[in-house]
């Protein structure tokens, strides 16, 4: 595979229109929510101030900022008041301003240690925006626009994280980083997996599959057939699962760094198909290699979902506790959805109705949030069974016959999301 030959050297596509203020100031603002004083106004400022100075045209840029008052001000502003870590980047982007000669790409190492200094803090929107601004000022590197498209995806906006993820992609097929590109496509394929859109997902990840196999980045292979793994078996197609399944095996060796994450998969794949207590032997295990709180989340409500289905309430409720407790200290919300519609599962499984609701209530709003279509038309399917189920119980006082809970939800479950049918391994 080579890069597209075009003259001199790579055609760069040009940046969409209007993604260099995209959000303006209602957008920038969130520099100004996040950071504390005295950070948030030179931040919020020089944010803005460099972001008109990259769109505007180049032979506009040196006189923007004519004489440099503006950023001799920010300047002195910066250093009496903020954080070394701070200032110090902050410092660099002001004196590109003033310095009418400066080229976009001198204000990327800047944009980026702005950008890890508010992400270790917790201002993510911050963080985002910064990260943003180098990939703009560098729109030959496709690095940098796929990190700004994982970054857009943890936060929840598709839109951008669709965007970037695609510029990454056309980016690193000009410039053949074929690395770069293999993942952006993969990442593409995930979103349109969380989106629910199954053919998209499964189109994509076969393209990264098909680059990373042509350009023998074998430690992508893995990831990449892991993925296609979680496609087939969420479009029923067990048997391609299990080829996937296997063939991602070979590359998750002792001490892979993904090996708990595909191992939990695995042990998912189990709970869709019946084998509860199979699962729970695994789910167990692996809670002990999950601390960051969202991918500790998704194991705990795998885990109590299971022990729910072996008539294990006190483990349930015991995982029920902590799982709930997580959600607070949430940074990425990425599995926040999915993970509520496994506890609701679980409740559903030990006729906890109220509890059942509430979860998939929260869930469907978490979802809706996302755009997570999929999650949100499981949410919908256990809400139907709780209610069923709630109806059933008034009737089943007044003579009536109460159906087992456990059989209809999976029933509801199916319905939803079966599209053809499935076949047991």
């Known amino acids: 595979m080579k890069p597209r030959e ?13 993604l260099l203020l995209r959000g303006g100031d209602a ?49 002195e502003l910066i250093h009496q008041t903020l954080d070394p870590d701070l200032s110090g980047p902050l410092a660099v982007l002001s004196a590109l301003l003033a310095d009418g000669r400066a080229e976009p790409g001198e204000a990327v190492w800047a944009c980026l240690c702005v950008a890890d200094w508010a992400l270790l803090r917790g201002a993510r929107e911050t963080g985002g925006l910064f990260a943003e601004t180098a990939a703009l000022a560098a729109p030959e590197k496709p690095g940098l626009a796929f990190m700004v498209g994982r970054m857009a995806r943890s936060r929840g906006d598709a839109f951008a994280a669709e965007r970037w993820l695609k510029r990454a992609a056309a980016v690193a097929w000009r410039v053949g ?54 496609v087939s078996f969420l479009t029923n197609d067990f048997k391609r699962a299990e080829a996937f399944c296997h063939a991602a095996s070979a590359f998750y060796t002792g001490g892979h760094p ?24 695994v789910v167990q295990q692996l809670l002990s290699h999950f601390h960051v709180p969202h991918e500790r989340l998704k194991v705990l409500a795998s885990t109590a979902r299971a022990a729910a289905a072996c008539g294990r309430r006190q483990l349930f409720e015991r995982l029920w506790i902590e799982a709930n ?15 509520l519609v496994e506890l609701a599962i679980g409740a559903s499984s030990l006729g906890d109705w109220e509890h059942a609701a509430a979860a998939a209530t929260q869930a469907h709003g978490a979802a809706q949030e996302r755009g997570e279509a999929d999650v949100q038309f499981r949410a919908d399917a256990v809400l139907s069974s709780v209610r069923r189920h709630r109806k059933a119980e008034v009737e089943s006082r007044s003579g009536g016959r109460f159906t087992n809970p456990g059989d209809d939800l999976a029933s509801s479950i199916v319905r939803s999301l079966q599209s053809v049918g499935a076949e047991s391994c």
């Open 6 to 18: 075009g003259g001199a050297g790579p055609r760069i596509p040009p940046l969409p229109p209007g």
């Open 27 to 75: 957008a920038w603002e969130a520099v100004l929510r996040e950071l504390p004083d005295p950070a948030a106004l030179p931040a919020w400022e020089t944010l803005r101030y460099v972001r008109l100075w990259l769109a505007a045209e180049p032979a506009r840029r040196a006189g923007l900022f004519r004489g440099g008052s503006q950023a001799r001000r920010e300047l």
């Open 177 to 230: 980083e074929w690395e770069v590109y293999a993942r952006s496509v993969n990442s593409l394929g995930n979103l349109r997996l969380a989106q629910g859109a199954y053919p998209d997902a499964l189109r994509l990840n076969n393209k990264a599959l098909r680059a990373v196999r042509r350009n023998r980045i074998g430690e992508l292979e893995g990831e990449v057939l892991h993925d296609l793994f979680i």
């Open 258 to 281: 993904r090996l708990p994450q595909f191992a939990h998969d695995v042990a998912y794949f189990w709970i869709e198909q019946g084998y509860f207590a199979r699962a729970l032997t």
């Open 325 to 339: 407790s997580l959600i607070p200290e949430l940074d990425d919300t990425s599995t926040l959805a999915a993970a």
